[in-house]
C-alpha cells in the first residue's frame, strides 16, 4: 500500500470532497475519518494516478462495508481513454462492461 503523494490527495480533496461511494450509491451514512484508496492495479502495482484514486470514507474503505469491485467501478469513471492507454496489458473495456452491468452504465 502507498501513500498518495500530498499533490495528488490535495486535488482530490479539492474537486471530491465527499466519499464517492455516498455521492454515487447512497447506499450507506458515511463513518470515520475520510481517506484514499487506489483502487486499481495493474502488472501488481497500484495505480498512482488521480484517476485511479478514490475518496472513501473509513466505512467504505476499511471497514465493513468494503467492496473492491464498486471502488474500481467509482475509479473508471474518472479515467479518459488515454489514462487506460498507459495501461495497455489490461483489458480495461471487459473490466468496464463488466462493472457497467453490475453497478450501472452512468
Not at 12 to 35: A, L, M
Not at 64 to 87: S, V
Given at each position: 500500500?502507498h501513500?498518495?503523494?500530498?499533490?495528488?490527495?490535495?486535488?482530490?480533496?479539492k474537486e471530491?470532497p465527499?466519499?464517492?461511494?455516498?455521492?454515487?450509491f447512497k447506499?450507506h451514512?458515511?463513518?470515520?475519518?475520510?481517506?484514499?484508496?487506489h483502487?486499481l492495479?495493474?502488472?501488481?502495482?497500484?495505480?498512482?494516478?488521480?484517476?485511479a484514486?478514490?475518496?472513501?470514507?473509513?466505512?467504505?474503505?476499511?471497514?465493513?462495508?468494503l467492496d473492491k469491485?464498486k471502488?474500481?467501478y467509482?475509479?473508471?469513471?474518472?479515467?479518459?481513454p488515454?489514462?487506460?492507454a498507459?495501461?495497455?496489458?489490461?483489458?480495461?473495456?471487459t473490466?468496464?462492461?463488466?462493472?457497467n452491468k453490475?453497478?450501472?452504465?452512468?
Amino acid at each position: 500500500m502507498h501513500k498518495t503523494p500530498k499533490h495528488i490527495f490535495e486535488e482530490i480533496v479539492k474537486e471530491r470532497p465527499e466519499c464517492e461511494r455516498q455521492v454515487c450509491f447512497k447506499d450507506h451514512v458515511c463513518d470515520g475519518r475520510s481517506t484514499m484508496e487506489h483502487a486499481l492495479i495493474y502488472r501488481g502495482r497500484q495505480i498512482p494516478d488521480k484517476w485511479a484514486v478514490i475518496r472513501l470514507c473509513y466505512w467504505s474503505h476499511l471497514g465493513p462495508g468494503l467492496d473492491k469491485r464498486k471502488n474500481e467501478y467509482l475509479a473508471l469513471r474518472h479515467a479518459t481513454p488515454e489514462d487506460l492507454a498507459e495501461y495497455p496489458k489490461k483489458d480495461w473495456s471487459t473490466l468496464q462492461n463488466y462493472l457497467n452491468k453490475k453497478y450501472g452504465s452512468n
